[in-house]
């Protein structure tokens, strides 16, 4: 599959998805540079803003199996990737596969659970395996988290720590829609109260799990040069020497923006990465990264803004 395909195939998806949700288009964007790089997405914001709609409608136009959980202060970890029960008729044990075992998992309300329940999905993000009972089990070669949580309840939540931060490619923060756009939402909506599914909006599969991986394959072959890594190198590195940061970005953060950026070329059509991708991606890569000083906090500084600072101090190639 060549680049066109790539940027082809992403334009039908976002057509699938427009058919449901209004607006959120640099949401969906970012959603498909995660799938084509094999990384996860983190999404913020506040109730009603159409998260769970969009990860639906999202894997219903993938052509993607779909699983959710919602996760809940007394969720455990074997509720979610399984266990091995005692089956009294057969006096043996047989594997019960938790949710976790989908391509597309909407992880919803993600720091409502505690950390020992947050953990559990580690190994799912970073390997696309399971371990239950010491038995390695592989995940779908596509599995991709699509976790949300909430910015405004601050009771009853586990905020996620660095390494589950860490698993994620993208932080997205959604906000509520313009006014323009609300008005599409109750004219569209605004006659069917309960959820319906995405195909009863239309919504299509226009993928499967063949084509994404072939798009895979050709985000991996788009060229990256010297300049450019250079480039994020110099990003990855600035966050480091900042006083308004307590935390600067891991070696990690510096392998998946090349990873993102390769995925935002494909989508654009080009075979080859440039600097506008980079900083394109660059702040929802690095704000659940970094860790803002106190003395930033007192001032009322934002991770946003030392990110953009960051990336203005930093010359781009040419």
Partial sequence: MSVEHVQALAAEIRQQVARAVVGQETTVDLMLIALFARGHILLEGPPGTAKTLLAHCFARALGLQFGRIQFTPDLMPGDIIGANLFNFQTSQFSLTRGPIFTEVLLADEINRTPPKTQAALLEAMQERTVTIDGESLALSDHFTVVATQNPIEQQGVYPLPEAQLDRFLFKQTIDYPNAEEERKIIARHGARIAAVAPEDWGVEPVANATRLGQASVAVAAVRLVDDVIDYILR??????????????????????????????????????????????????????????????????RTVEQVVASIIESIEAPR
């Fill in 235 to 300: 990003l990855i590195r600035a966050t480091r020497g900042v006083a308004d940061l307590e935390s600067g970005a891991s070696p990690r953060a510096g392998a998946m923006l090349a990873g993102a950026a390769r995925a935002r070329a494909a989508i654009d059509g080009r075979d080859f990465v440039i600097p506008d991708d980079v900083k394109a991606i660059a702040p929802a890569l690095l704000r659940h990264r970094l860790i803002l000083s106190p003395a930033a906090e007192i001032d009322g």
